[in-house]
């Protein structure tokens, strides 16, 4: 079960704002209160293998938070998590511009434009009902990405995220 990389990178791209964009969607008419069991499946995952421990433990946590047990793909688990992640580049135009009166009444105008690469991180969490093979579950997020973070902080930010979406799980959230 391959996510298609374009939905991944336009999830990344979509939200390029300094605070974390959390969303979510589900299969509707799904009985979550089945999904008792997990075993990770193939997803996108990072090859970083830090960052790649801490997006895992971050979801397990979640998932133990929310009732699952981890299981063997062998014992037929209730359900299969996948998780994908990447990263994009953006890029942003900070303009000054400084002076006074109009050119033709002989002021003086100064204009300086400096453009700044962003990295901007996105990280989906599908769950899959293992007997149907379908997503009944989905989160996403996206959030800038300071490059020079110090490891405390990425834990934090990986954290908050997962468990940011996973306060809409089972998929009965606000809109529903």
Do not use: C
Request: aromatic share 10%; glycine share 10%.
């Amino acid at each position: 079960m391959r996510i298609p990389t374009l939905v991944l990178a336009g999830v990344m791209m979509a939200a390029s704002a300094a605070a974390q964009d959390v969303s979510w969607d589900y299969a509707k008419g799904t009985d979550f209160t089945r999904f008792k069991t997990y075993a990770w499946t193939a997803g996108n995952p990072l090859p970083d293998p830090l960052n790649h421990q801490r997006i895992v433990s971050a979801i397990e946590a979640q998932l133990a938070a929310k009732g699952f047990t981890k299981v063997d793909p062998a014992e037929h688990p209730d359900a299969l998590v996948a998780y994908h992640a990447g990263f994009a580049k953006n890029f942003a135009l900070n303009e000054f511009g400084s002076g006074w009166g109009g050119f033709h009444f002989g002021g003086t105008w100064t204009n300086r434009a400096r453009v700044e690469e962003i990295t901007v991180g996105g990280l989906i969490v599908d769950i899959v009902d293992a007997k149907a093979d379908n997503i009944v579950w989905r989160g996403m997020a996206s959030k800038d990405i300071d490059v020079h973070a110090k490891p405390g902080t990425r834990d934090k930010q990986v954290n908050r995220a997962v468990e940011k979406m996973f306060r809409h799980y089972p998929g009965v959230g606000e809109d529903s």
